[in-house]
């Protein structure tokens, strides 16, 4: 008994240690988090000039549609020169667009974009570092937080990528903050900030849309509950924003809609994904073929959008039980997944079936993992082991933040729907890359779940001393 309480003592210390950092010199452990991030950084932007993987499938349009509105004064996310295609007009909402568009106004070259990036980069760590100062009253554990940055390979990888994930983030970290003040304080301003940001977001990432129904419902309590109309009036201007932006795209498309995008995504990634894992990858490439060739002769796009989404839901429909467990894995996968994909990105290493994880525990299960694992080269194989463990770390901290009563239930209650609901809505398609915008909040509930979990060690030491 003497030895496990001697153990509990030491985990104990250990994950206070982390969670609090060391308070004597906390000025020496700030200087030092920051040059340290500020170097990191730097590294893998000084790779990124030098090695210039700086390209994802995403990145082509965004680039022609940036380059359409500085010519033109057109969102379009195509060359203007061939056949426009009406969903390219929708496809890549607008404010990343013109985020790339102001800073190619003044220089062509793509790596003033990474540059700006890895600023909103370190901006978004500093607001989730904020964030924790406020709701914890305590000083900013920098040793934690860089451990959990350096175990997260991915934020500095896409970060140096040009995709719009980076902005996403800043205004899902923004919506956070603001709403933390807005609780803490309750000026109107900061609830309209909060409003801002998930504008922002949504016109960054069309996957933020429908989450304003779900704010609807979080604001029409909170109106109840406060006896105010102000949450419930701002809620509604999110949603006249999605219907104001819909009805622009209805002028430009004749399709009412908020993005071409959620529908191209419902075939060709979910349902190929579902029928390849269920039906094979031949069958699944041919389905998906034949439903876009059928498409491109329908001349009216909404007709063409609508026959794509019904196909893609006749098959959801059809593997419904293999799709919820695809759905539940992907829940999973979305937390685990330690970036293999990302890390061979940045190293411009070849991403195809024979070197995916994922598609190895597809065909051959937990066998099929290991096997992929002893393949990859070693000191990738290391970084992976890191981070999928730091990753369990973290899912099992944030399934504890919920029982933190040191944060107040309203922020509680907000950081964990946002999680949830990004987390849900990518389905089966969860790994590293769409964990990346959520983060700065990971870091947040990180935090407050290893206070939960000191707690539990303290009991548990406590019961261990009293039965020795």
């Not at 995403?58 to 009406?86: H, M, R, T």
């Not at 985020?99 to 003044?106: D, L």
């Not at 934020?155 to 903050?177: A, P, R």
Request: with cysteine; glycine share 6%.
């Amino acid at each position: 008994m003497d030895y496990f309480s001697g153990v509990a003592r030491r985990i104990f210390r250990f994950f206070r240690a982390m969670q609090q950092g060391n308070r004597g010199t906390s000025g020496m452990f700030s200087s030092l988090f920051w040059v340290s991030l500020f170097l990191i950084h730097c590294g893998v932007f000084i790779w990124q000039c030098k090695h210039q993987n700086l390209y994802t499938l995403d990145s082509p349009g965004y680039l022609s549609a940036a380059e359409n509105i500085n010519k033109y004064g057109i969102l379009l996310a195509q060359n203007i020169q061939e056949p426009v295609d009406p969903a390219n007009y929708t496809v890549r909402p607008p404010l990343y667009v013109i985020f790339i568009a102001i800073i190619k106004r003044f220089t062509s070259s793509h790596l003033w974009i990474i540059l700006f990036q890895n600023i909103l980069s370190i901006f978004n760590i500093f607001l989730a570092l904020k964030t924790i100062a406020i709701v914890f009253h305590s000083a900013k554990p920098y040793l934690l937080m860089f451990a959990l940055i350096v175990l997260f390979p991915s934020q500095l990888i896409y970060t140096n990528m040009i995709m719009s994930e980076i902005l996403f983030q800043t205004w899902l970290i923004c919506m956070v903050f603001f709403w933390v003040l807005y609780v803490y304080k309750g000026g109107q301003k900061f609830l309209v900030l909060y409003t801002f940001s998930l504008i922002a977001g949504m016109l960054t990432k069309p996957v933020l849309f429908p989450f304003t129904v779900v704010n609807m419902i979080f604001m029409i309590i909170l109106s109840v509950r406060k006896r105010s109309w102000s949450p419930l009036l701002w809620a509604c201007s999110a949603i006249a924003c999605v219907v104001i932006y819909s009805g622009w795209n209805a002028r430009r498309t004749g399709y009412f809609h908020f993005s071409s995008i959620t529908t191209f995504n419902s075939l060709n990634t979910n349902c190929y994904y579902l029928l390849r894992s269920s039906e094979g990858p031949a069958r699944a490439r041919k389905f998906v073929d034949s439903i876009f060739a059928q498409s491109d002769s329908i001349a009216n796009f909404e007709k063409r959008q609508r026959f794509i989404s019904q196909a893609a839901f006749e098959q959801a429909k059809k593997h419904l039980p293999h799709l919820m467990v695809m759905s539940a894995k992907g829940v999973l996968n979305f937390f685990i997944d330690p970036g293999r994909y990302d890390l061979y990105a940045l190293f411009g290493k070849r991403n195809d079936d024979s070197t995916s994880i994922m598609m190895a525990y597809t065909k051959y299960g937990y066998k099929g993992i290991w096997n992929a694992l002893m393949q990859q080269p070693k000191f990738l194989l290391l970084i992976l082991l890191l981070t999928a463990t730091a990753n369990v770390i973290k899912l099992g901290l944030l399934l504890l933040f919920p029982f933190n009563k040191a944060v107040l239930p309203p922020i509680r209650i907000m950081i964990m729907i946002i999680i949830s609901y990004i987390v849900l809505i990518t389905g089966m398609l969860g790994g590293a890359r769409f964990a990346m915008p959520l983060f700065p909040l990971v870091m947040i509930t990180t935090y407050g779940g290893g206070g939960v979990f000191l707690q539990l060690l303290a009991r548990a030491r406590s019961k261990m001393l009293k039965s020795a």
